[in-house]
């Protein structure tokens, strides 16, 4: 693409590296929109080795009264326990009922008396054989829920599960008996009474009273909250790189993040898994997240449910089954936990892969950030590009980062916080877009980044003046490798986010290094679309797990992500500039005012 007329300075410019990055990250957020969907939810017709939705719906509507809850103690509670049990006992199984009566402190701690008490039963199923299982391999256990809030029928939350579950019991009975036994744990009390402090009954009862707690190796959890959306696997135990060696080859679309973890243990959420994780269990926790708005509520119920997200479900839970019966990965947790831990950070790329290192490499990956970052500056001071009008030009200057260089982009991030912050309140005013969920998200959305990317536009057109592209690089990749460190000791879960980024900028810095403009146009879109591969994907599901309740995170990350387009719009003209901002900026007052006028 020909260049566009000179800036002051005699500073070349070009524009083809900012519609270049931004033609990708178009591209990825497409692509990520196709990939993170549930898949097609298969008929009753495949055949009968495999998971179809449409079977396990028909178990769902069997076992489930979607206009009346059913909360321990009812009498829809005993009727759906009841069917869920039948059904087990139909397809063969043994079936045990675990009941017991819990204590739990009450939320209000001035009623007298000080605890209230709860009748729970749990459901066990277990296949019934021949020749017992093998005592040297500890049974695998798959978990879900039957109990619902007071408030809603519990369709998905879990009655998808329960159903899924049972789908995968009848799968299993044509299949040859493993020497590791699969069990089923249908866990009562799981939601928490309105008057009590705490739910997770069931499953601690389990735990606390029944022998067979000490015998689990493996445990699958499936839970909701929601009605819709992809099935992530959100949560892991200890060991998790061996689990996700076995979870990375089942067949179909795999989400899993580490950064779902760090997210959902500072959310005030809890699962039956963490109960188990506590008592030492290893395994993994599932859940889909999508149209949160109807969780815990009396729309949580057929209608609104999603055929896709059970299939995902049922693809999740009996694949993983059967891949952990075949694998010798996880033979370790047949004996007692190892002394060392072989944590992970992982992500997937479009559902296809999962990419994962072992979490305490992540300090070293950063440091061989910072030092082909190093490496790159001081080859630069030592050999400076001789045209001095080149926008790679690079002088004594150099040697000042953090000072100079660091200030323009650190200022723009934090302006560009704070700004979206701000406005965040002022769309807020007079209850517009009140709901953490609102009904239009997506052109919310759209007006934030919009704002944000407006904001880059605007201090993009000042900072060109007086200071060159590649010196805006040098400033961006040293905040990133900063954050690298600072999320690898404190938030390791979430340090792939600057990570990859990172060591793929650094990377062909340093090789582009004496490539004058070109290195330099080079090395500004390889780390524009390596923040985009990593981070856009993830964009719905931020939205599905927070909401719009955590502006931190929101807002953190359009500030962060925006600030990639700093030196790739120092490269363009100032009228590109000027236009990049005000088009931005029409397009995100359009936005918000497309979903003002939706509510």
């Known amino acids: 693409m020909p260049n566009a007329p000179t800036t002051s300075g005699n500073q070349q410019t070009t524009s083809w590296p900012l519609i270049t990055a931004l033609l990708i990250w178009i591209t990825v957020a497409f692509a990520s929109i196709a990939a993170y969907r549930p898949p097609t939810p298969l008929t009753s017709s495949i055949p009968e080795d495999q998971f179809s939705a449409e079977r396990a719906d028909q178990i769902l509507k069997s076992i489930i009264d979607d206009t009346v809850p059913h909360p321990p103690g009812s009498l829809a509670h005993s009727q759906v326990r009841e069917k869920i049990a039948s059904q087990f006992e139909a397809l063969g199984y043994d079936v045990e009922l675990q009941s017991g009566t819990v204590s739990v402190p009450r939320l209000n701690k001035l009623v007298v008396p000080a605890e209230i008490e709860i009748d729970l039963t749990n459901i066990i199923a277990r296949r019934i054989r ?283 991030i934090v302006l560009t916080y704070i700004v979206t912050l701000e406005l965040q309140k002022l769309v807020r005013l007079e209850d517009h877009l009140q709901l953490d969920w609102p009904s239009n998200p997506t052109a919310i959305l759209i007006g934030y980044w919009m704002a944000g990317f407006a904001i880059i536009g605007a201090t993009a057109t000042i900072a060109a003046k007086f200071m060159k592209p590649e010196l805006l690089l040098i400033g961006v990749l040293f905040i990133w490798i900063s954050l690298c460190f600072l999320t690898s000791i404190y938030v390791n879960g979430a340090s792939y986010l600057f990570i990859i980024p990172t060591v793929l900028t650094a990377s062909t810095y340093s090789k582009a290094r004496n490539g004058g403009e070109l290195g330099l146009m080079i090395t500004l879109v390889v780390g524009a679309a390596a923040l985009g591969l990593i981070w856009l994907p993830l964009e719905r599901l ?28 120092a490269l363009t003209s100032i009228w590109m500039r000027f236009s990049f901002a005000i088009l931005a900026t029409c397009i995100s007052v359009l936005s918000f005012s497309v979903a003002i006028l939706s509510i």
Request: aromatic share 12%.
């Open 130 to 412: 021949t020749e017992p299982p093998s005592n040297t391999k500890k049974p695998l256990l798959l978990v879900a829920h039957y109990d619902s809030v007071t408030s809603g029928p519990g369709v998905s939350d879990d009655g998808v599960a329960v159903a899924s579950l049972l789908e995968i019991a009848r799968i299993l009975v044509g299949k040859a008996i493993s020497e590791r036994e699969v069990i089923f744990l249908i866990t009562d009390g799981e939601e928490r009474n309105p008057s009590a402090q705490f739910g997770l009954l069931g499953a601690r009862m389990f735990v606390d009273e029944n022998p067979l707690a000490q015998q689990i190796g493996v445990v699958i959890n499936l839970e909701a909250r929601g009605t819709t959306g992809p099935s992530c696997m959100f949560e892991t135990s200890l060991q998790s790189y061996d689990l996700l060696t076995v979870f990375n080859r089942i067949d179909g679309p795999k989400f899993a993040s580490s950064l779902f973890f760090e997210i959902y243990k500072r959310l005030p959420r809890d699962t039956d898994f963490s109960i188990f994780k506590r008592a030492g269990m290893h395994g993994y926790n599932f859940a889909y997240i999508g149209n949160v708005k109807y969780y815990h509520t009396a729309e949580d119920n057929f209608a609104n449910r999603d055929l896709g997200s059970m299939q995902h479900h049922g693809n999740n839970a009996l694949g993983l089954t059967l891949a952990l019966l075949k694998s010798s990965q996880i033979e370790q947790f047949d004996s007692p936990s190892p002394a060392t831990t072989n944590e992970a950070v992982y992500f997937d790329l479009f559902g296809k892969l999962i990419i994962r290192w072992p979490a305490n490499w992540s300090i070293y990956i950063s440091g061989l950030a910072l030092f082909l970052f190093v490496f790159a500056i001081v080859m630069r001071i030592k050999n400076p590009t001789h045209a001095q009008n080149e926008v790679s030009s690079f002088g004594f200057r150099a040697i000042l980062v953090p000072a100079t260089n660091l200030m323009i982009p650190a200022v723009t």
């Open 542 to 569: 931020f939205y599905d797990a927070v909401g719009f309740r955590m502006p931190i995170i929101m807002m953190g990350r359009i500030a962060f992500v925006s600030a990639t387009l700093l030196p790739l719009l």
